[in-house]
């Protein structure tokens, strides 16, 4: 069932329940561990710079 605990915490995230709670939700002892199920806007376009810019290019 960890499927299930997996669809939650990324459902509840997106739709802003605070992290705090989604992470007593899940059952996490850390909080690093909720944060990965955790998609910000900003990381996405972050995301999407890297792909244009080609991150960790040094030239």
Do not use: C, F, I, K
């Amino acid at each position: 069932m960890h499927w299930l605990r997996h669809t939650h915490t990324t459902q509840a995230l997106a739709a802003g329940a605070p992290l705090e709670v989604v992470l007593q939700n899940a059952g996490h002892a850390s909080l690093d561990t909720t944060t990965r199920y955790a998609t910000t806007e900003a990381a996405r376009r972050m995301e999407a710079m890297q792909a244009v810019w080609g991150a960790g290019n040094d030239d």
